[in-house]
Protein backbone atom coordinates (compact mmCIF):
# COMPACT_ATOMS: atom_id res chain seq x y z
CA UNK A 1 0.00 0.00 0.00
CA UNK A 2 1.19 3.24 -1.02
CA UNK A 3 2.00 5.91 1.81
CA UNK A 4 1.46 9.62 1.71
CA UNK A 5 3.02 11.71 -1.23
CA UNK A 6 4.71 14.98 -0.86
CA UNK A 7 5.93 17.12 -4.31
CA UNK A 8 7.68 19.04 -4.44
CA UNK A 9 10.55 17.52 -2.03
CA UNK A 10 12.75 20.12 -1.91
CA UNK A 11 11.62 23.90 -3.27
CA UNK A 12 13.84 26.81 -3.57
CA UNK A 13 12.67 30.63 -3.96
CA UNK A 14 12.72 34.45 -3.86
CA UNK A 15 10.91 35.79 -1.05
CA UNK A 16 7.67 37.29 -2.60
CA UNK A 17 7.24 34.72 -4.54
CA UNK A 18 4.61 31.96 -4.54
CA UNK A 19 5.00 28.17 -3.71
CA UNK A 20 2.35 25.17 -3.52
CA UNK A 21 3.08 22.13 -1.83
CA UNK A 22 0.94 18.80 -2.72
CA UNK A 23 -0.22 16.00 -1.17
CA UNK A 24 -2.21 12.68 -2.16
CA UNK A 25 -3.29 10.86 0.98
CA UNK A 26 -3.38 6.91 2.04
CA UNK A 27 -6.53 5.43 -0.03
CA UNK A 28 -9.25 5.65 2.63
CA UNK A 29 -8.12 8.28 5.05
CA UNK A 30 -10.66 11.05 5.78
CA UNK A 31 -8.41 13.15 7.69
CA UNK A 32 -5.50 15.03 6.09
CA UNK A 33 -3.64 17.67 7.88
CA UNK A 34 -0.69 20.15 7.00
CA UNK A 35 2.15 20.55 9.68
CA UNK A 36 5.02 23.11 9.48
CA UNK A 37 7.95 21.66 11.33
CA UNK A 38 11.32 24.06 11.71
CA UNK A 39 14.39 22.01 12.14
CA UNK A 40 15.06 19.74 15.71
CA UNK A 41 11.18 20.75 16.55
CA UNK A 42 8.11 19.53 16.86
CA UNK A 43 5.61 19.75 13.85
CA UNK A 44 3.24 22.44 14.58
CA UNK A 45 -0.77 22.10 12.70
CA UNK A 46 -1.55 24.40 9.96
CA UNK A 47 -5.18 22.85 9.02
CA UNK A 48 -6.98 19.70 9.18
CA UNK A 49 -9.44 18.61 6.99
CA UNK A 50 -12.07 15.97 7.42
CA UNK A 51 -12.61 15.01 4.09
CA UNK A 52 -13.40 18.28 2.02
CA UNK A 53 -14.07 20.14 5.00
CA UNK A 54 -11.47 22.55 7.27
CA UNK A 55 -12.70 21.40 10.63
CA UNK A 56 -9.42 23.15 12.10
CA UNK A 57 -7.63 25.99 10.49
CA UNK A 58 -7.28 28.40 13.50
CA UNK A 59 -3.11 28.20 13.05
CA UNK A 60 -3.13 28.94 9.12
CA UNK A 61 -1.96 32.53 8.28
CA UNK A 62 -4.63 33.47 6.04
CA UNK A 63 -3.45 36.80 4.71
CA UNK A 64 -0.36 34.39 2.99
CA UNK A 65 -1.29 31.10 3.51
CA UNK A 66 -4.36 28.65 1.48
CA UNK A 67 -5.17 25.33 1.57
CA UNK A 68 -7.40 23.47 -0.24
CA UNK A 69 -9.05 19.54 -0.02
CA UNK A 70 -11.27 19.33 -3.49
CA UNK A 71 -13.39 15.95 -3.78
CA UNK A 72 -12.07 15.12 -0.50
CA UNK A 73 -9.02 13.45 -1.13
CA UNK A 74 -5.52 14.88 -2.13
CA UNK A 75 -4.74 18.38 -0.77
CA UNK A 76 -2.53 21.42 -2.05
CA UNK A 77 -0.94 24.03 0.09
CA UNK A 78 0.05 27.43 -1.09
CA UNK A 79 1.80 30.59 0.05
CA UNK A 80 1.75 33.73 -1.50
CA UNK A 81 3.50 35.59 -1.27
CA UNK A 82 6.48 33.91 0.55
CA UNK A 83 8.46 35.30 3.11
CA UNK A 84 12.17 34.55 4.25
CA UNK A 85 10.44 32.88 8.03
CA UNK A 86 8.69 30.81 6.05
CA UNK A 87 11.67 28.35 5.05
CA UNK A 88 10.72 25.03 7.52
CA UNK A 89 9.41 21.44 5.92
CA UNK A 90 6.21 21.21 5.19
CA UNK A 91 4.27 17.73 6.57
CA UNK A 92 1.52 16.23 4.99
CA UNK A 93 -0.23 13.55 7.38
CA UNK A 94 -3.42 11.20 6.96
CA UNK A 95 -5.13 9.11 9.31
CA UNK A 96 -8.24 6.92 9.41
CA UNK A 97 -9.46 8.95 12.28
CA UNK A 98 -9.02 11.75 13.99
CA UNK A 99 -6.37 11.43 16.36
CA UNK A 100 -5.90 7.90 15.51
CA UNK A 101 -2.25 6.63 14.37
CA UNK A 102 -1.29 9.78 11.64
CA UNK A 103 1.43 8.60 8.21
CA UNK A 104 3.60 11.27 7.40
CA UNK A 105 4.77 11.98 4.03
CA UNK A 106 8.25 12.93 3.75
CA UNK A 107 7.69 16.53 3.50
CA UNK A 108 8.20 19.22 1.37
CA UNK A 109 11.79 21.42 2.51
CA UNK A 110 11.16 24.90 1.72
CA UNK A 111 13.88 27.85 1.01
CA UNK A 112 13.13 31.10 1.03
CA UNK A 113 16.00 33.32 0.00
CA UNK B 1 -3.69 26.18 25.06
CA UNK B 2 -2.61 22.41 25.40
CA UNK B 3 0.65 22.62 25.83
CA UNK B 4 3.29 19.55 25.83
CA UNK B 5 6.79 20.01 27.11
CA UNK B 6 9.61 17.49 26.59
CA UNK B 7 12.89 17.21 28.38
CA UNK B 8 15.62 17.12 27.29
CA UNK B 9 15.72 19.10 24.36
CA UNK B 10 18.92 17.31 23.43
CA UNK B 11 20.50 14.41 24.56
CA UNK B 12 23.52 12.99 23.34
CA UNK B 13 25.26 9.67 24.81
CA UNK B 14 27.46 6.57 23.96
CA UNK B 15 26.05 3.31 22.48
CA UNK B 16 25.48 1.08 25.28
CA UNK B 17 24.36 3.60 27.76
CA UNK B 18 20.27 4.01 28.68
CA UNK B 19 18.24 7.07 28.65
CA UNK B 20 14.82 8.67 29.58
CA UNK B 21 12.70 10.97 28.14
CA UNK B 22 10.12 12.97 29.12
CA UNK B 23 6.70 14.32 27.98
CA UNK B 24 4.89 16.40 30.37
CA UNK B 25 1.67 18.63 30.70
CA UNK B 26 -1.34 19.89 32.72
CA UNK B 27 -3.47 18.99 30.61
CA UNK B 28 -5.80 15.46 31.16
CA UNK B 29 -5.27 13.38 27.86
CA UNK B 30 -7.80 10.83 26.40
CA UNK B 31 -4.22 9.19 24.91
CA UNK B 32 -0.54 9.62 24.15
CA UNK B 33 1.37 9.12 20.92
CA UNK B 34 5.24 8.77 20.83
CA UNK B 35 6.71 8.99 17.09
CA UNK B 36 10.34 8.83 16.55
CA UNK B 37 11.43 10.76 13.14
CA UNK B 38 15.11 10.39 11.02
CA UNK B 39 16.46 13.30 9.35
CA UNK B 40 14.84 13.69 6.03
CA UNK B 41 11.61 11.53 7.03
CA UNK B 42 8.29 12.04 8.19
CA UNK B 43 7.63 10.92 12.00
CA UNK B 44 6.31 7.17 12.58
CA UNK B 45 4.52 6.23 15.43
CA UNK B 46 5.87 3.82 17.75
CA UNK B 47 3.20 3.08 20.17
CA UNK B 48 0.11 4.87 21.53
CA UNK B 49 -0.58 4.65 25.37
CA UNK B 50 -4.74 5.18 26.42
CA UNK B 51 -4.88 4.19 30.25
CA UNK B 52 -3.33 5.70 33.23
CA UNK B 53 -0.32 3.96 34.39
CA UNK B 54 -0.06 1.78 31.36
CA UNK B 55 3.41 0.13 30.53
CA UNK B 56 3.93 -0.60 26.66
CA UNK B 57 7.39 -2.11 25.44
CA UNK B 58 8.92 -2.52 22.11
CA UNK B 59 12.05 -4.38 22.03
CA UNK B 60 14.19 -1.86 24.32
CA UNK B 61 11.68 0.65 24.52
CA UNK B 62 9.54 1.07 27.07
CA UNK B 63 6.84 3.69 27.22
CA UNK B 64 4.68 4.73 30.48
CA UNK B 65 1.59 6.67 30.34
CA UNK B 66 0.98 8.91 34.13
CA UNK B 67 -1.51 7.62 36.20
CA UNK B 68 -3.25 10.95 35.82
CA UNK B 69 -2.30 10.61 32.28
CA UNK B 70 -0.89 13.83 32.04
CA UNK B 71 2.43 12.95 31.62
CA UNK B 72 4.58 10.02 29.72
CA UNK B 73 8.41 8.50 29.66
CA UNK B 74 10.17 7.26 26.69
CA UNK B 75 12.80 4.62 28.35
CA UNK B 76 15.29 3.17 25.84
CA UNK B 77 18.07 0.49 27.62
CA UNK B 78 21.44 -0.30 25.92
CA UNK B 79 21.20 2.48 23.11
CA UNK B 80 22.46 2.06 19.91
CA UNK B 81 23.10 4.05 16.84
CA UNK B 82 20.45 3.54 15.27
CA UNK B 83 18.04 4.91 17.88
CA UNK B 84 19.63 8.18 17.02
CA UNK B 85 16.57 10.68 15.61
CA UNK B 86 14.07 13.10 16.98
CA UNK B 87 11.45 11.68 19.39
CA UNK B 88 8.16 13.38 20.00
CA UNK B 89 5.48 13.23 22.01
CA UNK B 90 1.98 13.79 20.80
CA UNK B 91 -1.53 13.88 22.87
CA UNK B 92 -4.92 14.85 21.99
CA UNK B 93 -8.20 15.39 24.22
CA UNK B 94 -10.23 17.60 22.59
CA UNK B 95 -9.55 15.90 18.67
CA UNK B 96 -6.61 17.86 17.90
CA UNK B 97 -3.67 16.40 17.94
CA UNK B 98 -0.96 18.49 18.90
CA UNK B 99 3.18 17.59 19.20
CA UNK B 100 6.11 18.37 21.66
CA UNK B 101 9.05 20.57 21.00
CA UNK B 102 10.76 16.87 20.48
CA UNK B 103 14.01 15.64 21.80
CA UNK B 104 16.98 15.46 19.33
CA UNK B 105 18.50 11.79 20.52
CA UNK B 106 22.11 11.18 19.14
CA UNK B 107 23.83 7.60 20.12
CA UNK B 108 27.68 7.78 19.00
CA UNK B 109 29.27 4.70 18.30
Known amino acids: EAGVVQSPRYKIIEKKQPVAFWCNPI?????LYWYLQNLGQGPELLIRYENEEAVDDSQLPKDRFSAERLKGVDSTLKIQPAELGDSAVYLC???????????FGEGSRLTVL | TQLLEQSPQFLSIQEGENLTVYCNSS?????LQWYRQEPGEGPVLLVT?????EVKKLKRLTFQFGDARKDSSLHITAAQPGDTGLYLCAASNTGKLIFGQGTTLQVKP
Open chain 2, 27 to 31: SVFSS
Open chain 2, 49 to 53: VVTGG
Open chain 1, 93 to 103: ASSLVATGELF
Open chain 1, 27 to 31: SGHNT
